[in-house]
């Protein structure tokens, strides 16, 4: 994009660089998701500046943007949506070591946003993007891949288990896939479509289920007898349905909301079957365990033993088209914004 320049009577040309960046003035469907220029950002003490290659996009973002978050996520407008990027440090505040600059990087963002085209964002944060891993790739498990590592060591995925994975043909519902198959599972995969079954075939999947269909659960029964584990990532009736379908002493995480909500079981009827329940406040991690499982994700991922599913990216302007696509369940695997 263009410097933005402005003169003063009789001065020299002063240059005001701008950027692009999306902000949300009012809560509602996709179009509220408004491309605007702002000015450029400077780093502080312990702060960079990242020109983002690609922004990660989640589910949650599209709730919040809708106005409901609730209370676990009480964003409220105006303000600038995005949770992480990837791309490239540029420039650096005072106490940071120059050993960053010109080093590509993937990071969360705070309130100054992660749809932009130059995101401001504490040293502190930055995770080192191996040299063989394309920056989208990066951006991709930045978080999908941080909580389906959390999640595996949640449940103890085990060999020989049969795992149910819903939501399987989103982000973090892939990578889901393919940590329960390495584990040794046989592995049950719910998502909606031909399409995005036939991608959760390729990464590990024996058992692919449209839950679109109404008896489902009854092919799932048939196909396993029943579940040692369910990893959630639906949640509403689809999770409530898939939590029928555990054994006794299986365990159950209900950490996805597509389907309206988080997925509540009775603690008491979960007590008297022996299944562990646990939920999204399980894989809300600190800031060290956040980092430390970045590392490890970017490490399998650079191992070839994670594979991101990218189903589709938008360039930044078209901020509201990635929404509308995750929102109406076309979008397969993880939706990216390329700057």
Do not use: C
Request: glycine residues 12%; negative net charge.
């Amino acid at each position: 994009m263009p410097d933005a320049r402005v003169r003063a009577p009789g001065a020299a040309t002063l240059e005001v660089v701008g950027m692009r960046a999306i902000e949300v003035a009012r809560f509602g469907g996709p179009e509220v998701l408004v491309p605007v220029e702002v000015p450029d950002p400077v780093p502080g003490a312990g702060e960079v500046v990242v020109e983002v290659v690609a922004a990660d996009t989640l589910w949650v973002e599209t709730m919040i943007r809708s106005g409901r978050g609730g209370v676990v996520f009480p964003v409220q407008p105006p303000y600038r949506p995005g949770v992480g990027v990837a791309g490239t440090v540029t420039a650096a505040g005072p106490g940071v070591g120059a050993h960053w600059l010109g080093r590509r990087v993937v990071t969360r963002t705070g309130p100054a946003g992660g749809y932009v085209e130059r995101a401001l964002v504490p040293v502190t944060g930055l995770a080192a993007v191996p040299d063989e891993m394309d920056a989208r790739d990066a951006a991709a498990v930045l978080h999908d891949g941080v909580t389906a590592l959390a999640l595996a060591d949640i449940v103890k995925l085990a060999s020989a288990e049969r795992v149910l994975v819903t939501a399987a043909g989103g982000g973090l519902g892939a990578i889901l896939v393919q940590l329960a198959h390495a584990a040794g599972a046989t592995v049950v995969a719910a998502a909606r479509g031909a399409a995005k079954l036939d991608r959760v075939r390729e990464l590990g999947a024996a058992v692919p289920v449209d839950y679109s269909a109404p008896d489902w659960t009854d092919r799932v029964r048939e196909a396993t007898g029943g579940l040692d584990v369910v990893l959630d990532g639906a949640g509403g009736d689809y999770g409530r349905a898939a939590f029928e379908l555990v054994e006794r002493g299986g365990r159950y995480s209900a950490h996805g909301t597509p389907a309206g909500a988080f997925a509540t079981v009775d603690p008491a009827v979960a007590r008297a079957r022996g299944v562990a329940v646990t939920g999204i406040e399980a894989v809300q991690l600190g800031p060290d365990q956040f980092h430390a499982y970045l590392e490890q994700a970017l490490a399998e991922v650079a191992a070839g033993r994670i594979r991101p599913l990218i189903g589709q990216t938008f360039p930044l302007a078209r901020a509201a088209d990635a929404h509308a696509a995750i929102e109406n369940r076309t979008a397969i695997g993880k939706t990216l914004l390329i700057v």
